[in-house]
């Protein structure tokens, strides 16, 4: 990571947050895709930015990357505007389409986009960092997605930026290339860099991430380790086998507030966990029966459902 000049607040023993978002608004005539979102993302968190379709989570990426205005509200990258942030080389993005010449080699891109800055880490560096180096040669065009959302990381990664601001990065990859990526992305972590994505692979946020913020309707409605917004989802979920189950009886059953029925495996939702093996046990033939705590998806699907009966909201 570069070492450029403190800022007066390191000096004094504070830490400038990497991302500062204060009563952050944004409306589309009379749509409000971000409403009075405050959020502060401190400097080397890896933070997963959660919502479903419509939540405003791209607006609110967009307004980070300057490429929107709010309507109000402001937007600080480590004490500077969005523009000023990505001039100095401190901000870089990784989005989730767009922004590459198809005619000419993964090589030649790099170089190329290396040229518009000042200082940027070496293009054979960030090939090799971005598991690309072996088709350096290959033209744009001729790249799987999955390629070529490495090839948009390794663009970013020329500034050598102290935020990376990732937007779906890991879609169109296999599952190796996956697990690759996020490597890549947790040692540079690791070093520093401050990392906020935004993904529809739960599995992804509950695996990597620091620290999850969920928004819904452009609010933010949970924020804490991935351990706290599971908790959010109350009671545990059942598992059994049960051949020929009944679905709707299941879901039926007192406590039970969703049933599935797989082949012959059964899944049950539950606020009461123990009286529902009970009755599995005791008035079924079922077995190979396992509690478990709700999963980051039971917690997603709980929080942005609209239905709060049963959650608490934590925030920082």
């Known amino acids: 990571m570069r070492t450029d000049t403190l800022a007066a607040s390191e000096i004094t023993g504070t830490r400038t947050p990497a991302v500062l978002l204060r009563g952050l608004t944004k409306k589309f005539g009379s749509v409000t895709a971000v409403n009075q979102l405050d959020l502060r993302i401190e400097q080397g968190e890896v933070v997963a930015f959660l919502g479903p379709n419509g939540a405003g989570k791209t607006t609110t990426i967009d307004m980070m990357l300057g490429l929107g205005r709010p309507t109000e509200g402001s937007v600080e990258v ?6 000023e942030a990505i001039n100095r080389g401190k901000i870089a993005a990784v989005m989730q389409t767009g922004g590459l010449l198809k005619d000419v080699s993964v090589a030649e891109i790099v170089r190329m986009t290396a040229s518009f800055f000042a200082h940027t880490r070496p293009v054979a560096e960030v090939l090799e960092r971005a598991g690309i180096a072996d088709i350096a040669d290959r033209r744009v065009a001729k790249c799987s997605g999955g390629q070529q959302q490495r090839l948009r990381f390794a663009l970013a990664l020329l500034p050598d930026p102290d935020l990376m601001v990732l937007d779906e990065p ?4 296999d599952v190796e290339g996956r697990r690759d990526f996020w490597n890549a992305i947790r040692a540079d972590a690791q070093a520093g860099r401050t990392v906020l994505f935004a993904t529809h692979y739960l599995e992804e946020a509950d695996a990597y991430a620091d620290r999850i913020v969920l928004i819904r309707k452009g609010q933010v409605v949970a924020d804490g380790t ?10 545990r979920q059942v598992r059994a086998t049960l051949p020929g189950a009944d679905e709707v009886r299941l879901a039926a059953l007192p406590g039970v507030d969703r049933a599935e029925v797989r082949g012959e495996t059964v899944l049950l939702h539950t606020n009461d966990s123990d009286g529902v093996a009970r009755y599995l046990l005791n008035q079924t033939s079922a077995r190979d029966l396992e509690i478990t705590s709700r999963n980051l998806e039971d917690a997603f699907l709980a929080l942005t459902s609209g239905e709060d009966t049963d959650l608490e909201g934590i925030s920082r």
Do not use: D, N, R
Request: net charge neutral.
């Open 78 to 83: 480590y004490g500077l505007t969005p523009t």
């Open 170 to 173: 890991t879609t169109g990859m």
């Open 226 to 235: 991935a351990s706290e917004v599971k908790a959010l989802a109350a009671g």
